[in-house]
């Protein structure tokens, strides 16, 4: 996956090439008025004020047909650097233009210019247009000016620029492949989910989305029951007090859902972390009792902004693999490494490969002494060494109250996730004044670690949906088998038989047996991505045999009855 943003040289050229898809909107639509066009991770884009004109799909050809003659004349780019004054004066037509440079502080703007076309930038750019002739415009779409839904929609294009023809057609070809990929599309189509507009934000999940949710959860707990947690259930509601005592009311108030009860105000939890607290506080500990790893499945809610909302993807609620574990200060490095090689194995069983960041303590606005945050972040870091993992240093990226670590999965198109968090924390315990007996029979306040492992169950899901392309492992597919008898009549008792069998062994299967041709039958088993194909006819029925053939595949295979049933269930105890 390409990161447009973060890669030096794509930046410089894409944002060239936004300036020439500008120039080229300007040839086409005179009157047309220019916001801002940056480089972003999936290449660039600009905002455009059109007047009455409005962009459609077959707009993007022509301004693509314009963009190459202006490449193939290949005018410099030239930088120029002019007085406020002279800035405000050369865009006095342009009223976008004159909010940014009313912005800017006195002294020298500097400007790009390309034949006649010129825009205020900072820069920089490549030498030439001629360096941005391998381009796409990918979509466009509206956009409020500054991004406040009070002001005026203007309309935003999209495109990608690299600098060898082959490198554009690779990222196409990928692009291509994640669109049907989407897990929104996908999700429709395979009955997993879907959205509501009487529940914006929040996800409905259907019967075959929930045999995934399911099995996902039944895994997490059996994972965790392996590794010592103790789970707890917190309410769904709480009173405003404690989201006091948390800092989440001074903090994150404009983010939660509030209700008054009985005269007081509550509200619907956006974070688990309080409940948790309250159930370790709710007993007497000692320091032989640590550490405490409870986990929770908490459902949360959190009023995101509209416009942000994607699928599975960006939610207003959804269920966090919270875990919290109180420890003692000399337990944070064997701790963190237990939890490094659990979480190594729990992505291992996705096919999904990850890196480590350390995220360490910010410059300025931090809780805690520095002699704390040093000994924290060593202990991370010393983690992962003795955890035999790879980690990079994110400086200054921690949050207020601790280092972390956060583990970014790749999934099969290269992309990358930040789903798994290891967070210290210093201010909570304190903050909810919570201690444990030490040996001396002094109180000591614990240390406080939150870690999630999906992150979001649902988010989770719609990354393994696009991970898999739909095509889900054998465990975790929604229907693992279906048994297709090649005749319809003939050969439906033995085919209802091998269902029976199947099904009396725990696997979700089903027959097909309708009056069409074995072909179609088949065809149609593909499309819905069901992992297992059973062909049964004459042979299969005489000899008490199957005939197995895997999605994605040509090549069958011909077992006997107890032969498949052992095969199929080895394959999901094991999780292959």
Request: net charge negative.
């Amino acid at each position: 996956m390409v990161d447009f943003k973060e890669d030096a040289k794509l930046s410089v050229l894409n944002h060239s090439c936004a300036h020439m898809m500008a120039q080229a909107v300007k040839r086409l639509y005179p009157k047309a008025q220019f916001w801002v066009g940056p480089v972003v991770s999936e290449g660039f884009y600009y905002d455009i004020d059109l007047g009455e004109d409005v962009i459609k799909d077959e707009d993007l050809e022509r301004i693509e047909k314009e963009m190459k003659k202006i490449a193939k004349d290949g005018k410099r780019i030239v930088r120029e650097e002019v007085s406020k004054e002279e800035a405000l004066a050369m865009f006095a037509h342009d009223h976008y233009k004159l909010e940014l440079i009313q912005g800017l502080e006195d002294g020298n703007i500097t400007i790009y210019r390309q034949g006649e076309f010129f825009d205020l930038c900072r820069g920089p750019h490549v030498e030439s247009v001629k360096l941005c002739k391998n381009f796409k415009l990918l979509k466009h779409s509206g956009a409020y000016w500054k991004g406040d839904a009070n002001n005026k929609m203007l309309q935003r294009i999209y495109g990608v620029c690299f600098e060898t023809k082959e490198d554009l057609e690779a990222h196409l070809h990928w692009l291509e492949e994640a669109k049907k990929r989407d897990h929104k599309k996908l999700g429709r189509e395979m009955g997993l989910f879907m959205m509501s507009e009487y529940a914006p934000g929040m996800p409905f999940f259907l019967p075959n989305g929930m045999i995934i949710r399911n099995i996902l959860e039944d895994f997490w707990y059996e994972e965790h029951t392996k590794e010592g947690y103790a789970f707890i259930k917190t309410p769904l509601m709480m009173s405003r007090e404690l989201w006091e005592t948390s800092g989440h009311w001074d903090n994150y108030a404009e983010n939660m859902y509030t209700s008054m009860v009985d005269d007081r105000e509550f509200a619907i939890k956006p974070m688990n972390c309080p409940g948790s607290l309250l159930v370790f506080k709710n007993g007497l500990h000692s320091y032989k009792d640590l550490p405490m790893r409870m986990g929770e499945l908490g459902q949360v809610h959190r009023h995101e902004a509209s416009g942000a909302l994607n699928g599975l993807f960006r939610v207003r609620t959804f269920t966090q693999d919270d875990a919290h574990i109180y420890m003692r200060p000399d337990q944070i490095e064997s701790e963190v490494v237990s939890l490094i090689r659990f979480i190594d194995r729990f992505y291992s069983i996705f096919g999904l490969s990850y890196e480590i960041e350390l995220s360490t303590r910010p410059e300025t606005k931090y809780i805690g002494s520095l002699e704390i945050w040093e000994k924290s972040e060593a202990a991370l870091a010393a983690a992962c060494e003795q955890a035999g993992k790879k980690y990079q240093v994110n400086p200054g990226d921690g949050a207020f109250y601790g280092p972390k670590l956060d583990f970014h999965i790749k999934d099969s198109l290269g992309r990358v996730w930040q789903c798994g968090t290891i967070q210290l924390d210093m201010n909570l315990p304190e903050r909810f004044d919570i201690t444990y007996v030490d040996k001396d029979g002094s109180r000591v306040r614990p240390v406080m670690l939150h870690r999630v492992i999906f992150g979001s169950i649902e988010r989770f899901i719609g990354i393994l949906i696009e991970h898999y392309a739909g095509h889900f492992p054998l465990w975790l597919a929604p229907q693992q088998i279906v048994v297709v008898p090649v005749h319809h009549e003939r050969h439906a008792d033995y085919a209802n038989r091998v269902n029976e069998e199947l099904c009396a062994h725990g696997l979700r299967c089903k027959v097909d047996a309708r009056n069409e041709k074995l072909g179609y039958r088949i065809r149609e088993a593909q499309m819905h991505k069901i992992p297992v194909e059973i062909v049964v006819g004459d042979g299969e029925a005489e000899n008490h045999t199957v005939t197995i053939r895997r999605a994605q595949s040509k090549d069958s295979v011909t077992l006997s009855l107890k032969e498949c049933v052992e095969q199929l269930c080895g394959e999901v105890e094991d999780k292959r």
